[in-house]
């Protein structure tokens, strides 16, 4: 399993800016794919997650009603679309895929891909 993020950059505050995961060798339908996020000098967080076939979900309580996340199942990808950006959203965002439910903890993915930047500054 291989996951590739990439579209990050430098963005102003109040901007937009949109990530994308693609996969090889796993379908993300199948599966629990997350966005986590490790700001400088801080630990690894939880962004948003989009699990199962269903789509259910998931967003953390500082990037609700400013992100979304969806999927697109024929090209088997993950898009983070993220708006109205902030200072505090700069990290390197990272995309993880994993099988349980608990989409918010690491510990439930086992596939990771390498971080890409995020820098909102002006």
């Known amino acids: 399993v291989q996951l590739q993020a990439s579209g990050g950059g430098l963005v102003q505050p109040g901007g937009s800016l949109t990530l994308s995961c693609a996969g090889s060798g796993r379908r993300f339908e199948n599966y629990a794919t997350g966005w986590f996020r490790q700001p400088p000098g801080k630990e690894r967080e939880f962004v948003a997650a989009i699990r199962w076939s269903a789509g259910l979900i998931n967003y953390a309580a500082s990037v609700k009603d400013r992100f979304t996340i969806s999927r697109d199942n024929a090209k088997n990808t993950v898009s983070l679309q993220m708006n109205r950006l902030k200072p505090e959203d700069s990290a390197v965002y990272f995309c993880?895929?994993?099988?349980?439910?608990?989409?918010?903890?690491?510990?439930?993915?086992?596939?990771w891909g390498r971080g890409t930047q995020v820098t909102v500054s002006s």
């Open positions: 993880a895929s994993g099988s349980t439910p608990l989409v918010t903890r690491e510990v439930t993915y086992d596939a």
